[in-house]
């Protein structure tokens, strides 16, 4: 009898596959999240001649993205 290799994946491999994929999205989120705050905090720095905006907008959409990452786990 000839057993062919399956070139399938595995159901379980699958699940970690899409698991990988789903935790990567939402790191990628969270990195989009505090680069847009960056970007606005370093942007309203020069428009205001100030160095506290950014920093304060850095931690606002840090906060804002663990939030949507709490949400979108639970």
Same mark, same amino acid.
């Given at each position: 009898?000839?057993?062919?290799?399956?070139?399938?994946?595995?159901?379980?491999?699958?699940?970690?596959?899409?698991?990988?994929?789903?935790? @990567?999205? $939402?790191?990628?989120?969270?990195?989009?999240? /505090?680069?847009?705050?960056?970007? #606005? %905090?370093?942007?309203?720095?020069?428009?205001?001649? @100030?160095? $506290?905006?950014?920093?304060?907008?850095?931690? /606002?959409?840090?906060?804002?993205? #663990? %939030?949507?990452?709490?949400?979108?786990?639970?």
């Amino acid at each position: 009898m000839h057993h062919a290799k399956c070139s399938a994946v595995k159901p379980s491999e699958e699940k970690k596959s899409v698991q990988i994929l789903k935790y @990567t999205g $939402l790191g990628l989120q969270m990195l989009g999240f /505090i680069a847009a705050g960056t970007w #606005i %905090g370093s942007y309203l720095n020069e428009r205001w001649n @100030t160095t $506290l905006a950014a920093p304060i907008c850095i931690l /606002i959409f840090v906060l804002l993205a #663990i %939030g949507y990452v709490a949400k979108k786990l639970s």
